[in-house]
């Protein structure tokens, strides 16, 4: 049969050697089937002479040859190129294969969490088209690795949605070893009852489909179970059964499970023999201590105490060498770690010194939008003064025109009538020039102002108001004889537009006791309407101008 698999894989090649892409076709055909058949097709392949596409192709297909053959994928490499090719070219389902074989070498270097953050990459693409066999594939992994982290409810999930997913690609095998997976799980929760009921059913099917392989596993782990639950008699039967039906091919799992049985029944030379077949059939290095802490055991209840420390002996010797592989490791792995938090960090604080950066440009930005519409408003505030103060003023000069006009018609024998106007055009200039803007700024209007409203000058001043504010006064007697004239005076220089500062100097008193008067006024006045004080003096002094 060897010597017709080598012509069978000759004659492949010798007729796939022109045409790389057709040898990589038939070795995809021999992935499932004849997976060392399609290991050798892509050796015999000269990656130098591939195109990307091919390229891509051929890291997919070795990477999953290997895996097929119990193989150790060296590096990731391999698997990257087909990982970045094929989220370039959206080529989803190749995409889905290529991170699930990059999650198995992360799986297989003993990195739990990238896998499973690989796996669940691989689970988002897959389940987008509905590859059913591969999904089934994932979750297997993901159940895998959650048993090893002791996650145990959300392994038992995983397992059965992997035979979910087996079962609706029609793949038998695969369902087959989901089954025993998740029959198996159900230990760590003590649940033999479902343990036995999964396994039967693994069983059942790898006999529907004359599975030996399958068998044998599946009598081993009922074997185990029984072992647990303490049937010695049924754990004993299940053993034989997976060894008759694998004979010579036993791996040592198979083995242990005798070789404990009979140290258990206290058969020591039936346990030794088995346990020491084990060794024989050892495939992985980390099962060895095991053996070797049962062989001690052995030779410890047969008072073997030499041969016994012995086993010790080598049973520290293997844990140390294991113990400094797994801390060199653990240290590339945190070394590797840190390096990944490092740069994140890193990262986090450029991305924080930038949003601050963003901080200080979009608030300067808005400080200067203030400042520039704080000066527009400012600017136009004083243009509205501005106008507010030429229109008074060229109103104070029609007035002023207008009594001009009275002085000329008067003729010589009203001489003292003639005086009276002189002086009221002379206090109305005054105020005018008080009262606007430009008068305030050229003149020192205080010293006007205090000597108009001295007590002997308060008729004439009363008078010159009166004129610009078209009888404001006269308004203010006849309607609130209540009112002093002190108030009288608070009135005026509120309507000739003085602020309250200003008032106060005037006054020679505090800027507070203005506002009390103001108040005190408004209570003499029996203000029911609760008016401002401002706008009671413009609603009297619009009373006057509509009347006028």
């Known amino acids: 049969m060897k010597i017709l698999g080598v012509f069978f894989i000759t004659f492949c090649i010798w007729c796939c050697s022109k045409d790389t892409c057709m040898v990589l076709q038939k070795a995809d ?3 499932e089937t004849y997976p060392d058949s399609a290991l050798c097709l892509l050796e015999t392949i000269d990656t130098r002479q591939l195109t990307s596409k091919e390229n891509a192709w051929y890291a997919l297909l070795y990477t999953q040859a290997l895996d097929k053959n119990h193989k150790v994928i060296p590096n990731d490499s391999l698997i990257r190129i087909a990982v970045d090719y094929y989220s370039h070219h959206r080529e989803v389902q190749k995409l889905a294969e290529a991170k ?19 796996f669940l ?13 591969l999904l089934g594939l994932i979750y297997n992994r993901i159940a895998i690795l959650q048993e090893n982290q002791f996650r145990i409810k959300q392994a038992q999930k995983s397992f059965s949605n992997s035979v979910y997913y087996f079962h609706k690609a029609k793949n038998l095998k695969n369902e087959n070893i989901a089954l025993l997976g998740k029959g198996n799980i159900f230990r760590y929760t003590k649940q033999y009852d479902s343990c036995i009921y999964y396994l039967d059913k693994a069983l059942w099917m790898a006999q529907e ?7 044998a596993l599946g009598h081993n782990l009922k074997g185990y179970i029984y072992m647990y639950t303490g049937d010695i008699r049924l754990a004993k039967q299940e053993a034989l059964a997976s060894l008759c039906l694998l004979q010579e091919k036993s791996s040592s799992d198979y083995y242990i499970l005798l070789g404990d049985i009979y140290l258990k029944e206290n058969k020591l030379d039936s346990a ?24 001690q055991k052995i030779n410890e209840k047969k008072g073997n105490f030499y041969q016994a420390l012995a086993f010790a002996k080598k049973v520290s010797a ?3 060498s294991m113990y400094r592989d797994f801390k060199r490791k653990s240290v590339w792995e945190f070394e590797q770690k840190y390096r990944y938090e490092q740069l994140q960090r890193e990262a986090a604080l450029l991305k924080a010194k930038e949003a601050w950066l963003w901080v200080i440009v979009i608030s300067l930005g808005s400080l200067i939008i203030i400042i520039v519409a704080l000066y527009q408003y400012i600017v136009d505030k004083r243009k509205r003064e501005l106008i507010t103060y030429r229109l008074r003023l060229m109103t104070f000069e029609h007035k002023l025109t207008a009594q001009k006009c009275n002085l000329l018609l008067l003729n010589e024998r009203d001489q003292k009538l003639k005086e009276i106007v002189q002086r009221r055009i002379e206090i109305t200039k005054k105020i005018i020039v008080a009262t606007t803007l430009n008068g305030r700024q050229e003149v020192d209007y205080k010293k006007i102002l205090t000597d108009l409203l001295a007590v002997e000058k308060w008729e004439e001043f009363c008078e010159g108001i009166n004129i ?13 004889p209540m009112l002093t004239d002190t108030d009288l005076k608070l009135c005026c220089l509120t309507c000739a537009g003085f602020t309250t500062k200003e008032i106060a100097s005037f006054m020679q008193v505090m800027d507070c006791t203005i506002n009390n008067r103001r108040c005190e006024i408004m209570k003499k ?3 029911s309407r609760k008016l401002k004080f401002k706008d009671f003096i413009k609603e009297v002094a619009n009373k006057c101008s509509l009347r006028m």
């Open 272 to 295: 030794e023999y088995y346990i020491k077949k084990c060794l024989d059939n050892v495939l992985q290095e980390k099962i060895k201590p095991g053996v070797y802490v049962r062989l």
């Open 209 to 215: 489909g004359n599975d030996t392989s399958l068998l």
């Open 468 to 480: 610009l504010y078209d009888g404001f006064v006269e308004e203010l007697k006849i309607n609130y």
């Open 121 to 133: 990459d691989a689970e988002k693409i897959a389940l987008s088209v509905e590859a059913n066999n």
């Open 100 to 118: 699930y074989y990059w999650g198995c070498y992360y799986m297989d270097e003993g990195q739990k969490e990238e896998a499973i953050k690989v």
């Open 29 to 31: 055909q021999f992935m």
């Open 318 to 320: 293997l844990t140390d």
């Open 525 to 527: 006045i029996e203000n």
